[in-house]
């Protein structure tokens, strides 16, 4: 059983970027986004189920959210849903889940995933995880996994690696980037030697707590004593004063960019990480001009747009290249396809109207 890995799936983002169909009170990790019939959050779990036994998966999420894990995995038990009385971001995400689980199992391998990915090709991303979890063996190895860039893309961040000198898949990282500029992400894609970070992560647990110990000692200090906490009464309050201790930080800025030790292993397996409208237009069937239509609409002269709407209105476009026109409950959007940087603004904004808009 020790060869099983512990999966922790990361699932508290509120999914800004997919407004106003992803809200705060469901954000698309929560949605059927693909129109499988399973939300993303659901595939991410039958995803792992292959090599994973249901009790040792941990979902990461708000405590808003709590119901909705339990509604969208009964096979989970109480215990395995970890709830944050605050956002703090991955670092205290991964610290709990990290520190709870080596509670347990101090020989734990852990695997953490983000709760909205795509993955097209299920096997040979198994068979991937598979070698990071032979690499992480190693004492003290971080492992990430990279994906071959296709475009110069500033949403992601880079990892510059060497290459294996004694046929290792297992390549150290030689630099780590998070989101850059435009112009270094083009430098980034003609070098050859950058691939981007999928935000999942292979290590046994004892190799992360001595990584927040080395990098982010005060997030290591306010889970520490957790152990004599978890699976008791009193644990959420345990929780609430240590999420009131950490800072706002990414496992990214706070751990992978300042370890010396971090490893990443080359993947493809039709990945996305699903993060805007403009990156599902990408993977959903289009018409003749580019257009992804999910709803009853009208279109023309139009081309390279999104059009999403209930089937109840007839929806007429006319004149537009890449656009979104979206409307979800009481909010229509309309606004540049490719304009993900605005909607942390066009929600706070709408925030301002009211809360029911977000």
């Known amino acids: 059983m020790q060869d099983r890995p512990y999966i922790v799936i990361l699932a508290g983002g509120i999914g800004s970027r997919f407004w106003p169909y992803s809200r705060n009170n469901r954000p698309k990790q929560f949605l059927d986004i693909l129109g499988t019939g399973r939300t993303l959050l659901q595939m991410t779990y039958d995803r792992f189920l292959e090599i994973a036994d249901p009790e040792r998966f941990y979902v990461v999420t708000n405590q808003i959210y709590q119901d909705l894990v339990r509604e969208q995995l009964p096979d989970l038990q109480p215990e395995q849903i970890l709830t944050e009385p605050l956002r703090r971001n991955t670092a205290a995400c991964a610290a709990y889940a990290a520190y709870k689980i080596h509670a347990l199992d101090p020989e734990a391998t852990l695997v953490v995933t983000p709760s909205d990915q795509l993955i097209l090709q299920e096997s040979r991303f198994l068979a991937t995880i598979q070698k990071a979890m032979q690499a992480a063996k190693v004492k003290g190895r971080l492992i990430t996994l990279g994906i071959k860039p296709n475009r110069p893309d500033t949403a992601y961040g880079y990892i510059q690696y060497l290459e294996s000198e004694n046929g290792d898949y297992a390549l150290k990282v030689k630099t780590f980037t998070e989101k850059p500029n435009i112009k270094l992400a083009k430098t980034f894609l003609e070098s050859g030697d950058f ?3 999928s935000g999942m992560f292979v290590w046994k647990v004892a190799s992360l707590l001595d ?8 997030v290591a200090d306010a889970f520490e004593e957790g152990r004599h906490h978890f699976g008791q009464a009193t644990e959420q309050d345990f929780i609430a004063r240590a999420y009131s201790l950490v800072k706002n930080v990414s496992l990214d800025l706070g751990i992978m960019e300042k370890s010396d030790n ?3 292993i080359l993947g493809d397996y039709g990945w996305s990480d699903l993060g805007s409208w403009h ?5 959903r069937e289009k018409d003749e001009h580019n257009n992804v239509v999910e709803a009853n609409a009208l279109l023309y002269d139009t081309k390279n747009c999104y059009v999403k709407a209930s089937g109840e209105k007839l929806v007429v476009v006319e004149g537009l290249d890449n656009f979104l026109i979206n409307e979800s409950e009481n909010v229509l959007l309309i606004c540049k396809l490719d304009g ?3 909607f942390r603004d066009f929600v706070a904004s709408a925030k301002k109207k009211g809360e029911d808009f977000v």
């Open 340 to 342: 993900e940087k605005k």
């Open 262 to 264: 971090v490893y990443v």
């Open 195 to 197: 691939v981007w970070n």
């Open 211 to 218: 990584a927040f110990h080395e990098n982010m000692p005060d």
């Open 279 to 283: 990156s599902l237009h990408g993977l």
